[in-house]
């Protein structure tokens, strides 16, 4: 089946330790987004990819970064974690930015940081 | 800026009962609205899906109803069972954005 995966399921790092999370997607889909989603909150969206155009939300920490080396993976990379940055984190994609179009979401990489 | 509120924060529900789970924003210009479901550690799945010139979308046990003027949106779930016990949530899409809710946790008893 078509689906978005992420790996791993389960993520510990170090503080200050470099960590980089994966997605990827069979769905063929114009924009990927990665979301942080810390525990009972909602997801905040982080930045998106539509193709190759990167957006950063104004208030994304610089300690992440995203990098999208085709349409089917996007990755996370989180350059030194602090233990704030301990939280599930969500990969979406969706077909183009249209009003109809649905947000699929991967199963989430819940990070630890020690 | 866009403030998605859900209420009631958690709901127990003994089975069979009907749900009503509200959501609620604050821009009214909105593309579309979706709710989802969230298991206890894992993903988000879509439920439904209301554009902007939509009043209600249903799919099975579940109906959702849009109402933009005023900034809110209603899921109904009929017939609740153990099986529907999850987080649900709403999002709001302006723009390249979705802008999540906090979600209601729903426990339904057998």
């Known amino acids: 089946d078509a689906m978005v995966i992420q790996n791993p399921r389960y993520q510990v790092t170090q503080f200050g330790k470099p960590v980089t999370l994966s997605c990827s997607q069979t769905?063929?889909?114009?924009?990927m987004y990665w979301y942080q989603q810390k525990s009972s909150q909602a997801p905040k969206l982080l930045f998106h990819?539509?193709?190759?155009?990167?957006?950063n939300e104004a208030d994304t920490p610089d300690n992440f970064q995203s990098r999208r080396p085709n349409t089917s993976f996007c990755f996370l990379d989180i350059r030194s974690p602090g233990l704030g940055d301990a939280a599930m984190y969500l990969c979406?994609?969706?077909?183009?930015?249209?009003?109809?179009?649905?947000?699929?979401f991967g199963s989430g990489t819940q990070l630890s940081v020690l | 800026k866009q403030e998605v509120t859900q209420i009631p924060a958690a709901l127990s529900v003994p089975e069979g009962e009907n749900l009503v789970l509200n959501c609620s924003f604050t821009?009214?210009?909105?593309?579309?609205l979706q709710w989802f479901r969230q298991d206890p550690g894992k993903g988000l799945t879509s439920l439904l899906l209301?554009?902007?010139?939509?009043r209600e979308q249903t799919s099975g046990r579940l109906n959702a109803s849009l109402d933009k003027s005023s900034g809110r949106s209603t899921l109904y779930i009929a017939a609740s069972q153990p099986g529907d016990s999850a987080t649900y949530l709403c999002?709001?899409?302006?723009?390249?954005?979705?802008?999540f809710g906090p979600g209601t946790r729903l426990s339904v008893l057998p």
């Open positions: 821009d009214s210009a909105i593309y579309n």
């Open positions: 979406a994609t969706s077909r183009v930015i249209r009003d109809d179009e649905k947000l699929f």
């Open positions: 769905l063929n889909h114009n924009v």
């Open positions: 990819y539509y193709d190759k155009d990167f957006n």
């Open positions: 999002a709001v899409k302006k723009g390249q954005n979705f802008v």
């Open positions: 209301i554009q902007s010139s939509q």
